[in-house]
Nanobody, 126 residues
């Protein structure tokens, strides 16, 4: 069973930065694809960013383009989401995810992913 453990969330002022990390472990060889989603209070879970494998294509939600960057360190089996110029509307629980199989096309739907992190809270104060 693959387990994804997230870290890096917290409280930050508007305009600040955070880097979320998601470490994968388990007995199953997994793809190096990564996806990030978020869910604000009272809102549906929405797509944030994704990266493909073995290609390096990335996709971002329009709301985070130019501010967030998705990356990975394959040697560490870890995915990252660098968040800059944070806004109060970025406040949400952020979830990392991985599919069972690799895909060159980054998935933007929850159904594209099989393994999910526990979520980490990001709060941006105004």
């Amino acid at each position: 069973q693959v387990q994804l453990v997230e870290s890096g969330g917290g409280l930050v002022q508007a305009g600040g930065s955070l880097r979320l990390s998601c470490a994968a472990s388990g007995r199953t060889l997994v793809a190096y694809n990564w996806g990030w989603f978020r869910q604000a209070p009272g809102k549906e879970r929405e797509f944030v960013a994704a990266i493909g494998w073995p290609d390096y294509s990335t996709k971002y939600a329009y709301s985070v383009q130019g501010r967030f960057t998705i990356s990975r360190d394959n040697a560490k089996n870890t995915g990252y989401l660098q968040m800059n110029s944070l806004k109060p509307e970025d406040t949400a629980v952020y979830y990392c995810a991985q599919p069972r199989r690799f895909s060159a096309v980054p998935g933007t739907s929850q159904s594209d992913y099989d393994y999910w992190g526990q979520g980490t809270q990001v709060t941006v104060s105004s």
